[in-house]
């Protein structure tokens, strides 16, 4: 996964900047893999302190111990206002070792406007030596006048071969990397939780498409499995509209499932569907609730299969 990480132009463009000494004192990434963001995020602070693999500083900053490359918040917790004056206070100490300081915020889609607002001044005008190097999965959560202050990186999805090619490396040659590539829509966390879950979430999208039980389905569906349920139905959606159009070589899953979804779902159907699984990630984009944004797509997708059917 490192080497995924260190291809993106996050990487390298901070990497770069370090070395001519043209650093921006705040600087944003945006990277859609939520899973793998404070990953990214430590990729790219080493590439800010120059840490060569193996050295101390580098080992340091992986284990965020390292006295001049502060994480905020705690892994896993979100950043709180006495966070944000905490981060105030050590902005204004003078760099342990080096003749910088770089301060981490993690998980800045999740941090309220208020606490954005209190971190505005500093990071328009940090002290001198001070830098920041935010990260967010979500642009549009973070405020406008915190954008405009940044030097902001975005970060594209993966190539799905780029995504197969690190499972590979980390997985060895192991059956369903090829399907969890094609579903994960270039996130590599959620490529990693399709291949680790075995073929239980594309199984799981196969009897939701094939109308199962789907309330009570919906019903079940817990957060964990957020961040993978709508990438397997995309991807059972899609190979069901190769199969249905005599494409089926380039589909990456053929299993029963999805072959009678191709046949009991129109085309136009499943083209429709493919549209109505973007606009539901969007809304879990925007804290919508889950269970309800996969029941409101299966009830569009009974529409769009009676419509089509009606027309055919």
Not at 63 to 70: G, V
Request: proline share 4%.
């Amino acid at each position: 996964m490192i080497r995924l990480l260190r291809s993106t132009n996050a990487y390298e463009a901070i990497g770069e900047d370090a070395r001519r000494g043209t650093s921006s004192h705040a600087m944003l990434v945006v990277f859609p893999d939520e899973g793998c963001l404070r990953a990214l995020l430590t990729e790219c602070a080493k590439a800010f302190f120059s840490a060569e693999d193996g050295s101390r500083a580098a080992r340091l900053i992986g284990e965020e111990h390292f006295p001049d490359c502060r994480f905020f918040p705690a892994a896993g917790e979100k950043l709180t206002a006495d966070a944000g004056a905490s981060i105030l206070d050590e902005s204004l100490l003078r760099p342990v070792e080096e003749q910088k300081k770089l301060f981490v915020l993690d998980a800045f889609h999740t941090v309220v406007p208020l606490v954005q607002n209190k971190l505005l001044k500093v990071l328009e005008e940090p002290p001198a030596g001070v830098y920041f190097l935010l990260g967010a999965s979500n642009v549009h959560a973070v405020l406008p006048t915190v954008r405009s202050r940044m030097k902001t990186f975005e970060v594209p999805p993966f190539s799905e071969e780029r995504i197969f090619e690190a499972l590979t490396r980390t997985y060895g040659e192991r059956e369903g990397a090829r399907e969890a590539a094609a579903a994960c829509g270039g996130v590599y966390s959620v490529a990693e939780k399709l291949l680790t879950g075995g073929s239980g979430e594309f199984l799981l999208a196969e009897k939701f498409l094939l109308g199962e039980n789907v309330e009570a389905l919906c019903r079940a569906l817990t957060e964990a499995e957020k961040p993978v349920f709508f990438a397997a139905v995309r991807l059972v959606l899609r190979d069901a509209l190769l199969l249905s159009q005599n494409k089926g070589e380039f589909a990456a899953r053929r299993s029963e499932g999805v072959k009678k979804i191709a046949r009991e779902l129109p085309a136009g159907a499943l083209l429709k569907g493919l549209s109505l699984v973007e606009e539901a990630e969007r809304q879990i984009k925007f804290n919508a609730n889950f269970a309800q944004c996969a029941l409101a797509l299966a009830i569009c997708l009974k529409e769009e299969k009676k419509k089509w059917q009606t027309l055919s």
